[in-house]
């Protein structure tokens, strides 16, 4: 009885909307057809409710996203994705290529090691007047980086002809690059792929601009 509870309840989302690591995992849920509920973290109201006493038992880290499934709490994007990809099969988001699945798992650490963290909220508010030049130089310097690797690796998605991890990373980490106004001209395979992604419903539907908590004056 109880277990069954637990399987059958929808999967909770702690995030905010234009967190990318949120909607990285927005859109994980959104590629498998995984009903899940949201609870909005606003990360700047109230001094950022991340820091609050309440969201530190669900993620010590004090970051979005963490995630309430299968009886579990689960912080760390792609730790969640993964355990997404490996309990609901279907499609696969890891290709089943060992050669493959080690590209795809290049690639979303680049991101999400290599890039995200440096320009993420708490460390651009520690540099101060200077955060908008450091998140581009930062951002600037992971796409060099990724640009000739996704030259690679990439067929019609970041690896191959199958949408994975490593598109789930790439399309928030695009969002984010405008956001802080870096000359996306310099980085073609990214224009393109990003181009082929947003097209897609999954990455549509889990975009910043159309969350419950997206602010009205952004919502498209
Ligand atoms: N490695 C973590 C990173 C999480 C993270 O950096 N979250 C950001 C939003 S994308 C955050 O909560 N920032 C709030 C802050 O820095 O105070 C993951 O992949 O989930
Ligand atoms: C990525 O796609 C979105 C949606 O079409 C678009 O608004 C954005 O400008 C694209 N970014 C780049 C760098 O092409």
Redesign the pocket.
């Known amino acids: 009885m109880r277990l069954s509870c637990i399987l059958l309840a929808k999967p909770i989302l702690h995030g905010y909307y234009r967190s990318s690591c949120s909607w990285r995992v927005r859109i994980a849920f959104a590629l498998k057809g995984i009903e899940y509920e949201q609870v909005p973290v606003n990360l700047i109201k109230d001094g950022g409710q991340q820091l609050s006493k309440e969201y530190n038992t669900l993620n010590p880290m004090r970051q979005v996203p963490a995630v309430e499934m299968d009886g579990l709490i689960l912080s760390q994007s792609l730790a969640v994705i993964q355990y997404i990809d490996e309990t609901r099969p279907e499609p696969r988001l890891l290709p089943l290529d060992p050669k493959k699945r080690a590209q795809v798992r290049m690639i979303s650490d680049v991101i999400a090691s290599g890039i995200q963290p440096l320009q993420n909220l708490h460390v651009i508010q520690k540099v101060g007047a200077e955060k908008v030049q450091w998140a581009q130089y930062f951002i600037n310097r992971g796409f060099e980086g990724l640009e000739p690797l996704l030259k690679q690796t990439a067929g019609k998605y970041c690896v191959g002809d199958e949408i994975s991890m490593a598109d789930i990373c790439l399309?928030p980490q695009?969002?984010n690059?405008?956001r802080f106004k870096v000359d996306?001209s310099l980085y073609p395979t990214?224009?393109r792929l990003?181009?082929t992604l947003?097209e897609i419903e999954a990455f549509r539907e889990s975009h910043p601009s159309c969350q419950p908590d997206t602010p009205d004056e952004l919502r498209a």
């Open positions: 399309v695009v969002y690059a405008e996306m990214i224009q990003n181009k947003v």
